[in-house]
């Protein structure tokens, strides 16, 4: 996901946060239709599930009516036959009484109608026309469907969409079924890959589609408004090149098709499984936009596939797509582009840090937005590289691919990765995921050097929390000639001696850009 202005909406931030643990959602069926008249949606929903936990209601995630009129408006819940008795309120959507037979792939129907408070972005593009985009990230899907809204309850999902016939209708999942009445079209999409509410979506709007190209077998499309289609076409024709080099670096792509989709939502790139939606602005015909489209295709993988356990473990989804942007740049754009990326990240979370004082896994939040971060996304990157710099390229990709394969389709933690990671590289790495993810501070350093004709003495103070680490220096003698010299840095004060047989011209810390820090 990229972010866009987030202080410029209002986010109303629910009070549930964590799972419905006593139910396990095993697939989603949404018959939802739209209209011109207002922006009333009408849904009926099919949801099966698992009963996990007796003792406890049955509980949904779904936007009760607010004080303006807002929100979804319960019309009855069934099983069968049988009309059940529930309660809706306070954004939640309980069955009271409810006891059923068998605790395993119950089946429930709810109907419903209401104008979204959120999650559902109902309005006009920058051309004026009318648009329908599902927007979910992190817990806003509940506000257009019933939901146990969290990344750990993964379901299929199936959509029958009847729109007004001037509509294309795009949604995670194939395309099963298009049919054109007098007044309305009928779409049938179905995702068999289970997926996280978070990136479950329908967009209905006035689109232009083609198809960019085929990547081992997945079909890649562009749906794009047709004001700017040559252009928004030329940019997302971009994507298979950047599908390939993903399904190259860590595993086959898990869904039936890929659609890059422009769309008037809230971010500027959301991640939603095989069916991505950028802004309507970042598609512009000059191909600026390849590196959200790489983040966002990273998504596929680390977010959506392999998701987060629970929130505060996000850098597991952005810090990924993160850092393996600046992957692809490094291998289609060169080491020194690669350099540079870093440096601005580096130089994003210094910035950060000293606006806020918190970890990586971060369990101090009030608002899921606030997550959307420097620590999530650039410390996260960072911590990547620098767990690439300690075990070396080939155990980190073999990391990032074992992780991968034994999470994919499920969830994972900070803790699930360490253990990954240090399994593939039969190292204890406790002392590093404990110091970058779990501390708050970055290392900050003071350099204190003498040059002595061939003899160089370098200080290294720590100020704060001390950290270990590889301290690259490169010596630039004055015939010309350069080395480079590691210093294992573990202490507050570090002194490196070393005398040589060359004449000292100069030095560099850190010139391969390889450690997060900061001076003082």
């Known amino acids: 996901m990229y972010k866009i202005l987030l202080s410029s909406f209002l986010f109303v931030s629910f009070q549930i946060f964590s799972q419905f643990s006593q139910i396990d959602v095993q697939s989603y069926k949404i018959d939802l239709t739209v209209n011109d008249k207002n922006d009333t949606i009408r849904v009926n929903e099919k949801i099966v599930f698992d009963y996990t936990d007796l003792s406890k209601s049955i509980s949904l ?24 008795d529930f309660k809706h309120k306070e954004n939640v959507l309980i069955l009271n009484n409810f006891r059923p037979d068998n605790a395993k792939n119950i089946e429930i129907e709810i109907h419903f109608k209401g104008v979204p408070i959120d999650g559902m972005v ?16 992190p817990n806003r899907a509940q506000n257009w469907f019933a939901c146990n809204d969290h990344p750990s309850d993964k379901a299929t999902v199936e959509y029958v969409v009847v729109a007004p016939s001037q509509y294309e209708v795009v949604a995670n999942g194939e395309l099963i079924s298009k049919k054109m009445n007098k007044k309305s079209v ?59 080099v993903f399904i190259d670096y860590i595993a086959p792509y898990e869904y039936e098709k890929l659609t890059n989709v422009q769309s008037t939502t809230r971010f500027g790139g959301m991640e939603n499984a095989g069916c991505i939606f950028y802004d309507e602005n970042s598609i512009n015909g000059t191909r600026s936009s390849e590196n959200l489209i790489t ?20 850098w597991l989804s952005e810090g990924f797509a993160t850092y393996l942007t600046n992957i692809y740049i490094q291998k289609t754009k060169g080491e020194l582009a690669f350099d540079t990326q870093l440096i601005k990240d580096r130089n994003k979370v210094i910035a950060f840090a000293k606006e806020y004082k918190h970890p990586v896994v971060d369990e101090s939040y009030t608002n899921l937005m606030d997550l959307l971060n420097a620590n999530s996304y650039q410390k996260g990157a960072w911590v990547l590289h620098m767990l690439r710099t300690e075990i070396g390229d080939s155990l980190f990709q073999q990391s990032i691919r074992t992780y991968y394969q034994k999470y994919r389709l499920s969830n994972a933690d900070s803790k699930d990765f360490q253990k990954v990671a240090e399994s593939v590289s039969n190292r204890d790495l406790d002392w590093f995921f404990k110091q970058w993810l779990y501390q708050a501070e970055i290392p900050t350093l003071k350099f204190s050097d003498e040059i002595a004709g061939k003899n160089f003495k370098l200080k290294i103070d720590q100020k704060g929390y001390v950290f270990r680490f590889p301290l690259i220096v490169e010596i630039k003698f004055q015939n010309g000639e350069t080395i480079l010299e590691k210093i294992q840095i573990r202490d507050k004060e570090t002194i490196f001696t070393k005398e040589y047989a060359s004449e000292i011209g100069s030095f560099r810390i850190d010139p391969t850009v390889d450690l997060l820090f900061q001076q003082y």
Do not use: C
Request: aromatic residues 12%.
């Open 61 to 84: 995630n779904l936007a009760s009516v607010n004080s303006s009129g807002k929100g979804m408006q319960v019309l009855k819940v069934m099983q069968g036959k049988n009309e059940l």
């Open 295 to 314: 983040h966002e295709i990273v998504h596929q993988w680390f977010g959506n596939s392999a998701s987060e356990k629970d929130w505060p473990h996000l």
């Open 186 to 244: 009928v779409y049938h999409y179905q995702s068999k890959v289970v997926l996280p509410t978070k990136v479950m979506v329908v967009g209905i709007a006035n689109l232009s589609e083609k198809q960019s190209g085929t990547v081992a077998g997945i079909p890649v499309f562009s749906a794009v408004y047709p004001e700017n289609e040559k252009g928004a076409f030329y940019d997302f024709d971009m994507a298979p090149s950047i599908l390939q």
């Open 122 to 137: 109902i309005g006009k593009n920058k051309f004026g026309s009318r648009t329908f985009f599902g927007d979910n990230w």
